[in-house]
């Protein structure tokens, strides 16, 4: 088999408020370091590089709000890795508009290479496996189809939208019957006991020129309006910067609903390899969490504690006969919540956001 | 009834350390303003002026550690009370040299005024029961009796010692039967069902001369020592420095151990004005909670929060689904502990103290 050429493209187009008062406008979640010493978006970047098995990495295109572009520089050049291109959206327009713009830009660096889209804030535990993977789809990818990486359900989850497999296409690639969106407990539950469902992690990998075939099929407006950003982007230093007002006319949507739901190139291959999204604090816990079902980071001194996350960037903290509670301290702002109660920290969001507290966002 | 004037002396040497981080060396809990807007050595001076029934209160001496005697001169300065001397303790000695000290201090002030002796860090909520019990200890008092001020028991807590009542003296003043070390609970139940005893406040009224001539019977030693370091005190500008070598020479006790278990001139008025020591942070909550149980001042947004005290010096604290929490922000330390395990902040303390962080104590 020829090797492979895989250009990644790191999609660092989210806000992850869900991860405040450590995730804000300016440092969102894929720009803090969570699960190691080092950023979401290195460890990113870090697992898409070298040769693998069939393929190689190429250097990286990265989307990104244009805010962030000097921090991802940074963070990336801090490893050593110069992006081929950092992409910047001047609004942010959801996943599909990102994946067009991208493939415009795979493209134009080399033609015959595969592109993987991939967030820039996802945690995948192991690092070989997630290698596997990508070999696993590259005959899926080569034949024309557009992979995605479906994670192996391991719990009935409600808050991941799920994969339903179809017919083997090749020994490890399937055809998507169907994306199903975030079901109910009861539903999740039956998906689980099926085996015929994945996690739908957002990872995908394709030729552009598939990619961009369809969308062209599917969401041409997407396309067109993107087509004409990219023309009128502004390229200086390895930054593209996408112009604001053709940008901003794109419709905003998910890569999901604009082309995965609608073509019938879906296929997907299964991804058992330590993935989480981190999309909150419990998530993060659960990663981390040592045998006393602690897990923390910074200056913390914990007695009589019990099944708590306490993070803090600097200031000391104590904690005494808690349980089930995440302590996080980030930059002038403190979070006490109840571990099963953490998804309303988008509340505390929009309180800040109604008094207009822009320092704390 | 001629009026009497009664000498206050506040007695600020508490550390305090039960209300760490908000109690550090620098700033110990009378230093800090924790029920009010004023801090418990401004509430105490408030309290401790002006004219009632039978008496009057002359300007107060302050006994406090050498390293507090700015802030505290400027904390009453803000109120306008200017303090007949202040004396500072190089060393901590306990209650019983700070008080032969003071006494002798208030007979240089006025041979025939009484001295009432009262802590720094006290809340007393209801301030006109305070001068009603002032009143009705004045005829014990200027009979030569020492006068402690015996709070009216309503639970049968563990962490105060008691003052069990004897025969009656006068129509308000009872002789002391007995002081009773802190108990276990069943015996605190024993106490509160009896309706005999009531807990000790540490706050005491009496002619400094009957103090005095108790002491150089009872504990001859710190008197004896006191009189040397009170002689060796430098004195300038309102301020009374302790000599510190014959003052660390003395021995370190309660005024309870050394004198008021010991002589036959102790009584007891019953004191019924909302007392509390405010002797940790579940205290503090107690007497500050609102109807859904909480207490909080500062940056705080409490979502689905119950019986929980929640207090920040300056940095936003959200709190989500919690309950039965002390969550404590002051100076760079953070504490997040369980209600009913407050007291192990101690511990908290220790930790810190071992580390030699001295910027956290």
């Keep these: 088999m020829t090797e492979i050429n895989i250009i990644p493209v790191i999609m660092s187009g989210g806000a992850g408020t869900r991860l405040w008062p450590a995730s804000r406008q300016a440092t969102p979640k894929q720009l803090l370091p969570l699960i ?23 250097v990286p295109v990265i989307v990104c709000n244009t805010s962030h572009a000097a921090s991802i520089t940074k963070q990336l050049g801090g490893l050593g890795i110069k992006p081929g291109t950092i992409i910047t959206e001047p609004v942010p327009r959801n996943t599909a508009p990102c994946a067009a713009i991208a493939a415009l830009a795979v493209q134009a660096q080399d033609p ?17 496996a997630f ?8 005959a899926a990818a080569e034949a024309g189809y557009l992979v995605t990486f479906g994670i192996t359900a391991e719990t009935p989850e409600t808050g991941y939208g799920y994969i339903q497999k179809g017919a083997a296409l090749d020994d490890h690639a399937f055809k998507v019957a169907a994306f199903k969106e975030k ?4 539903i999740a539950e039956e998906y689980i006991t099926s085996g015929a469902y994945f996690w739908n992690a ?11 075939a369809e969308m062209k099929k599917h969401c041409p407006d997407i396309l067109a309006t993107c087509e004409i950003a990219y023309s009128a982007s502004a390229k200086q230093g390895g930054i593209l910067s996408l112009d604001e007002k053709s940008f901003a006319a794109c419709p905003a949507d998910s890569i999901d609903y604009a082309v995965m739901e609608r073509t019938d190139k879906a296929a997907v291959v299964e991804a058992n390899m330590g993935w989480s999204d981190i999309g909150s604090w419990s998530a993060l816990w659960e990663r981390t969490k040592d045998e006393s079902g602690n897990a923390h980071n910074g200056d913390v001194h914990t007695i009589d504690t019990t099944n708590s996350l306490i993070h803090t960037d ?8 808690i349980d089930n509670l995440a302590v996080i301290v980030h930059q002038g702002a403190i979070l006490v919540a109840n571990m099963d109660k953490v998804q309303d920290v988008k509340k505390v969001v929009d309180f800040l956001k109604a008094r207009g507290d822009t320092a704390k966002l």
Tied chains: 1, 2.
Excluded: Y
Excluded at 131 to 138: H, R
Excluded at 202 to 211: A, D, E, N
């Design 183 to 186: 079901p109910r407990k009861e």
């Design 112 to 128: 015959d290479a595969l592109m993987l889209l991939a967030p820039a804030d996802h945690h995948i535990n192991n690092k070989p």
């Design 36 to 58: 190691s010493e080092q950023t979401m978006i290195q460890e990113t970047a870090k697992r898409l590089r070298g040769a693998w098995d069939g393929f190689s990495f190429g």
């Design 202 to 212: 957002g990872i995908f990998m394709c030729k552009p020129s598939v990619l961009l």
């Design 314 to 321: 600097g200031p000391f903290v104590a904690t005494i006969g």
């Design 131 to 138: 290698a596997q993977v990508v070999t696993a789809g590259l």
